[in-house]
């Protein structure tokens, strides 16, 4: 089927199922357009999707736009599983507008990742005890964890080689390098302007976790996508973080870092707490 044709018979289907939620497959119609682009090859997807974009109508009810996108997903990347339509958390425009802000164009993959750190921060807000992150970069999980503290006492501990990486090993698969996620410093700094309940320790960790030995936490976030250092992060803060506080490892489900798991599986084997693998790709541990 021509692309022309696949895109005029996406933009014609009619809106008889906009009150309706995803239960079930889509209508005939659209299984079988899938089932006649499936075989698309993937680098013309960008094209198909362009064409697809252009063919619908900005009337085109918003629920056969959506059925439109997940065909399409399905017949060019069946991988991927659409969700639920009507998730609510897409139309959080307040949070949309602070994801704009502060990531880069365009670029919406850490989008659940990033509301799930703000949601969680919710369930320590009664805690006490100090937040750290390890792995800052940019600081765009630092700023919903700074301005989750906000009106508390304590402070946000930000640890960054602002290196980017240290040497993956073999555990660590072949997706990262030394040097990988080299960010300066002033890039966190900005990020942040205007907040003031952080810290920012610059080098390697562990090296420079000592400084805040004597501090509690309730919240600690790791980024560090590599083995060494999740694992340098574990066996230091979990002895320092309150009962009821929460581990976040935005690592843990993703293929590009197996080390990252490997470090928490291992850590957590002989510990009384179980880790909860979101479909975010993150993982959770509450400490008992
Ligand atoms: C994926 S980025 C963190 C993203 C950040 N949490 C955010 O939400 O934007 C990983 C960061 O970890 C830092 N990092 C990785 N390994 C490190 C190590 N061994 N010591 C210090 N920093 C490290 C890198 O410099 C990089 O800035």
């Known amino acids: 089927m021509k692309l022309k044709t696949v895109v005029e018979r996406l933009s014609m289907m009619g809106g008889n199922r906009r009150n309706e939620r995803s ?27 362009k064409a697809l974009k252009h063919g619908l109508s900005t009337e085109t009810a918003e629920w056969d736009r959506y059925i439109a996108a997940e065909t399409l997903s399905t017949a060019i990347y069946p991988k991927y599983k659409f969700s639920e ?24 993959h850490s989008f659940d990742r990033k ?12 805690l006490d005890g100090d937040m750290a992150e390890c792995g800052a970069y940019k600081g765009a999980s630092a700023y919903l964890m700074c301005k989750a503290a906000e009106s508390t006492p304590s402070l946000v501990h930000l640890f960054d080689s602002f290196e980017g990486l240290a040497d993956p090993l073999p555990v ?5 390098q ?27 960790i562990p090296d420079r976790f000592g400084e805040i030995a004597d501090r509690q936490m309730r919240f600690v976030h790791i980024d560090v996508d590599l083995y060494e250092a999740t694992l340098s992060s574990l066996n230091f ?10 581990f976040l490892l935005d690592d843990y489900g993703f293929s590009s870092c197996p080390g990252a798991k490997q470090a928490a599986d291992e850590f957590f084997a002989a ?16 400490k008992q």
């Open 23 to 49: 239960r079930s497959a889509p209508n005939s119609e659209i299984c079988d357009l899938a089932l006649e682009i499936e075989g698309l090859a993937p680098n013309n997807a960008h094209t198909l999707l």
């Open 85 to 108: 339509y009507g998730r609510l958390f897409l139309e959080d425009r307040e949070f949309i507008s602070y994801y704009e802000h502060i990531m880069d164009p365009g670029n919406w």
């Open 115 to 126: 509301y799930t750190l703000r949601e969680l921060l919710r369930l320590v807000e009664h």
């Open 172 to 176: 660590d698969g072949s997706y990262w």
């Open 178 to 204: 030394r040097g990988s996620l080299t960010t300066p410093e002033s890039a966190l700094h900005a990020t942040l302007e205007g907040l003031s309940n952080y810290r920012t320790y610059k080098g390697w």
């Open 237 to 246: 803060f979990y002895p320092n973080l309150v009962p009821g506080g929460i």
């Open 271 to 286: 510990k009384p707490e179980q880790i909860a693998m979101l479909p975010t790709g993150q993982a959770i541990i509450v």
